[in-house]
């Protein structure tokens, strides 16, 4: 028999003709990449301040690409799960869901690009309904110039002389990723917004929502009278204005909810 809390959230999701997924690195944690502020996150082993602000790659850019290239390589040997497979599937089904995530990851990409995921019929092009909020570690952006592209390649952070270089320009490339202090991509904060105002269901998986503004899609699709639906296996800063609270790990609980949705 169905929790009937997994019931509840069924019947809001598929009452809903337009719904914001908001996910963080807790969809991602069961492919083996780490969160940020769990037990083992990374917030708990590195600083930020030396590894994730402009500050830190002025001060030694060979430091910071060095760790982002051992990201790279750890979500590179990741596998999507069960929750970004539901999710992608669902999104293909369902013309009014639009994804936002946080995560710099591409597992929800790959996800979409299953070949169990893709002979699920489009409902309509997932075009502008797939947002990343937070940049992706597997593009590059020029320090110096408007050169910004995919950038899968192995990163030689062996010396300061080896890391990577604009291909226009020669000055230095970084990751194309937010950093602490910065700006989201003003693009898609503007579509992640507009779709939290329009949504009439939210469904908020693996964030512990304490970071702004990305964590404010939530309190937007509240506000426009959406239901707020919270997966996670611990506690959010979301469990109070939670119309359901999900408890339990994304890739065993997102595909029960999606399923038939
Ligand atoms: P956090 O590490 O803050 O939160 C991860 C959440 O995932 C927590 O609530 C965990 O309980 C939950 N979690 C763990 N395992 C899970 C599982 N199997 N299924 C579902 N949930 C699980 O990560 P975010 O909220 O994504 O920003 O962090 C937000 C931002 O803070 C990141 O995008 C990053 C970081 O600093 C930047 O780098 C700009």
Not at 31 to 59: C, I, M, N, Y
Not at 153 to 177: I, K, Y
Request: aromatic share 6%; with cysteine.
């Amino acid at each position: 028999m169905l929790r009937p809390d997994l019931t509840r959230a069924r019947e809001l999701l598929a009452a809903a003709a337009r719904v914001v997924v908001l996910t963080g690195a807790g969809v991602s944690a069961e492919s083996g990449v780490p969160t940020f502020r769990g037990a083992g996150g990374l917030w708990k082993q590195f600083r930020p301040e030396d590894l994730a602000t402009p500050e830190a790659f002025a001060r030694d850019p060979r430091l910071v690409w060095e760790w982002y290239g051992w990201r790279r390589a750890l979500v590179a040997q990741c596998r999507p799960n069960p929750a970004h497979l539901a999710i992608a599937r669902w999104m293909r089904a369902q013309a009014g869901v639009t994804l936002v995530t946080q995560n710099v990851d591409d597992l929800h990409e790959r996800a979409a690009e299953d070949p169990a995921v893709v002979s699920t019929p489009l409902a309509a092009p997932l075009e502008g309904r797939f947002l990343k909020l937070h940049g992706s570690l597997f593009r590059s952006k020029c320090t110096r110039c408007t050169h910004v592209a995919e950038h899968r390649e192995r990163v030689d952070a062996s010396s300061a002389d080896t890391l990577p270089r604009c291909p226009s320009c020669g000055a230095l490339l970084r990751p194309d990723v937010v950093w602490f202090g910065e700006m989201l991509p003003p693009g898609a904060t503007r579509a992640a917004f507009a779709a939290a105002g329009r949504a009439q269901a939210c469904l908020v998986v693996g964030t512990k929502g304490a970071v702004y503004p990305a964590a404010g899609v939530a309190h937007e699709a509240q506000a426009a009278g959406a239901a707020v639906i919270v997966v996670d296996p611990g506690e959010t800063d979301y469990d109070a204005m939670a119309d359901v609270r999900l408890v339990g790990a994304a890739g065993e609980v997102v595909p029960a909810i999606l399923e038939g949705c």
